[in-house]
């Protein structure tokens, strides 16, 4: 049992009744709230211990997270944190976690808090909200730059006043850069854990690319196919129809941009959202394959060379911190089997895709 770690109670702080000693008959960690506040209380050998429950990165719950008795791992992203300091122990967090002084009484634990945390929470949380607003709204208006910058490129220029064309280039150029910068920020965060505090801009990438995407796709129905879906399908085999690799990618994109907020990872429990956004790969595998295929000469100028540019810089993060993470567990997992299979599958796609068009040279 642990001693008591204070026995005076300074200031506003108090210890509070936060859990009973049964509660840890099957379970070594607990999730609470005291006066408005989320808790994670653990209990290790030494004794019991109590951290911020809000992961310092990304907000994660650290109670549904894996903990060795030692060190907890947000089920987020992966940051890891001491229990008994709150130090950050493995990236992407950058900044520790607010400890709270335990108690053992009877047969109760107590924790040493503030009354006026409630509050102070709450004001930081709307502080938080108004902030990430506001943010929301600048980097929109920067996305929407970059598309206007790409639609006047293809009108002027490449695409010599075809108005159609210039709509449904800009929104494909557009959008694929944004979401291959998304997923290279990834292993940015993970190269440079400091630049992990700014993860949100990863999901403005990925939500915007979405959207010009989608866009994209609707211009290309209603300006070539007039959404005379026979046309569009006239084969559901994708090496002959690259349409299809993109019909593949579009839902899954969408599926990653709806549940793309806190709420929907609250309400998802993170676990399951983890897993759902893993198809993110496969999607974008796909989505290389359509633009690559669907017209290769449209990609030499600026425009297509900055998406190549980004597009290899995402491969290179991923395919990196796979690798590495999986060696970290000798590939015996399961999402190194997945990956590995994952990359299998695209090599042969992409050889297949090769010879289908060799042999349609004459």
């Keep these: 049992m642990q001693k008591e770690q204070t026995k005076e109670v ?3 702080k108090q210890f509070q009744l936060i859990a009973t000693i049964d509660e840890f008959k099957e379970k070594a960690v607990l999730c609470k709230t005291v006066n408005g506040k989320a808790i994670a209380l653990f209990k290790t050998q030494e004794g019991y211990y109590a951290i911020d429950n809000t992961c310092s990165h990304a907000g994660g719950p650290l109670c549904e ?12 992203h992966g940051a890891r944190f001491d229990v008994k300091t709150g130090e950050v122990k493995g990236p992407p967090a950058t900044r520790a976690l607010e400890t709270y002084k335990t108690r053992v009484n009877k047969d109760t634990i107590e924790i040493e808090i503030a009354k006026e945390e ?9 502080k938080k909200k108004n902030n990430n607003i506001k ?5 929109a208006s920067l996305a929407i730059i970059f598309l206007v910058i790409q639609f006047l490129l293809q009108y002027f220029w490449l695409s010599k006043g075809k108005i159609d064309e210039s709509f449904v280039r800009s929104f494909s150029f557009a959008g694929a850069t944004l979401i291959g910068l998304a997923l290279f920020s990834s292993a940015i965060f993970k190269w440079i854990p400091t630049t992990a505090k700014h993860w949100r801009f990863r999901r403005y990438l990925g939500v915007s690319g979405f959207v010009f995407v989608l866009f994209h796709a609707l211009s290309v129905y209603y300006f070539y196919y007039h959404f005379n879906l026979k046309e569009i399908y006239f084969s559901l085999n994708p090496i002959k129809n690259p349409i299809v690799f993109g019909s593949i990618a579009l839902p899954i994109f969408m599926i990653m941009a ?3 907020s806190d ?12 897993f759902i956004h893993r198809f993110v790969y496969i999607a974008y595998i796909a989505a ?10 449209a990609l030499n100028n600026p425009p297509g060379y900055l998406l190549i ?33 994952l990359i299998m599958g695209t090599i042969i796609i992409g050889i297949l895709l090769y010879l289908y068009k060799f042999s349609q040279q004459p």
């Design 258 to 260: 709806l549940t793309s």
């Design 309 to 341: 540019l980004v597009t290899c810089l995402a491969l290179f993060g991923q395919i990196f911190w796979f690798f590495k993470t999986a060696r970290q567990k000798r590939f015996k997992s399961t999402g190194s089997l997945i990956g590995i299979l």
């Design 118 to 126: 409630a509050k102070k929470s709450e004001d930081m949380q709307e």
């Design 65 to 76: 997270g894996t903990f060795d008795g030692k060190v907890v791992e947000c089920p987020w």
């Design 10 to 12: 300074s200031g506003i």
């Design 263 to 274: 709420y929907m990872v609250n309400k998802l429990t993170p676990k399951v959202w983890k």
């Design 135 to 139: 943010t929301i709204l600048k980097f």
């Design 288 to 297: 290389i394959f359509h633009f690559i295929i669907v017209n290769p000469a």
